[in-house]
C-alpha cells in the first residue's frame, strides 16, 4: 500500500511491474510506502 503524497489517497501498486508510478486521482508522482501503526517491542537482553 502506498500514499500519495499530494491528495493523501492510498493506493496498491507493484512497483516492479508498473510501467507509470502516478496516482490515477491527481496525477502526481511522489508516493511514500505505508507503515503500519503496530509498534514492535523487543525486550532487551
Known amino acids: 500500500m502506498y500514499k ?3 491528495c493523501g ?3 496498491s501498486i ?4 508498473a ?3 502516478i496516482c490515477p486521482s491527481c496525477g ?3 508516493l511514500e ?3 503500519p501503526k503496530v509498534v514492535k ?5
Open 33 to 35: 510506502k505505508e507503515r
Open 41 to 45: 517491542k523487543i525486550p532487551a537482553e
Open 14 to 17: 507493484d512497483v516492479k511491474t
Open 9 to 11: 489517497r492510498s493506493l
Open 19 to 21: 510501467k507509470k508510478i
Open 4 to 6: 500519495c503524497v499530494c
Open 28 to 30: 502526481y508522482r511522489i
